[in-house]
């Protein structure tokens, strides 16, 4: 293992959930390749090229890190949605289920009420009839 793979490794753990072994060797490959400026004999250059690669370096492990934490986000946001959804479900289920009740209670209820109206009618009826039976025999004792 070269010194700039130990480095790496010491300050950088790319060994953590979110990078694949592509990546790492990626990493690995930018820092272990000599950039073109390093041949030119300018420190003032080389300095500036080891800035920038630097600097795109820890921009690439930034994003994929903002990336890999965006995709966990993603995903727990998916899983809270599953499990709402899960509950949403089972309550409507049971709200089905006390729905379907209360209207076969209401057809029994109306079933009921239609056969107290038509006993109700029939009563009436039946009363109306001895009424006028009652009126008819007080008017026969009178005549008499």
């Not at 990626?26 to 820092?31: A, D, F, G």
């Not at 076969?104 to 109306?110: A, K």
């Not at 009618?121 to 006028?132: T, V």
Request: glycine share 4%; charged share 25%; proline share 3%.
């Amino acid at each position: 293992m070269s010194f700039a793979q130990e480095a790496v490794q010491l300050e950088y753990p790319v060994h953590g959930p979110g990078f694949t072994d592509n990546e790492i060797q990626e990493l690995l490959s930018l820092l272990q390749s000599p950039s073109p400026s390093q041949n030119s004999g300018s420190s003032g250059s080389n300095q500036e090229v080891c800035s920038i690669d630097e600097r795109r370096r820890r921009r690439m492990l930034s994003n994929r890190e903002s990336a890999r934490r965006s995709r966990w986000r993603k995903k727990r946001h998916y899983e809270d949605l599953t499990q709402q959804l899960n509950r949403l479900e089972i309550v409507n289920r049971e709200l089905k289920n006390r729905l379907g009740s209360i209207l076969n209670q209401s057809h029994v209820l109306w079933r009921e009420n239609d056969r107290l109206v038509l006993e109700s009618m029939a009563l009436k009826a039946r009363l109306s009839e001895l009424c006028h039976a009652l009126v008819a025999v007080n008017a026969m004792q009178k005549s008499q």
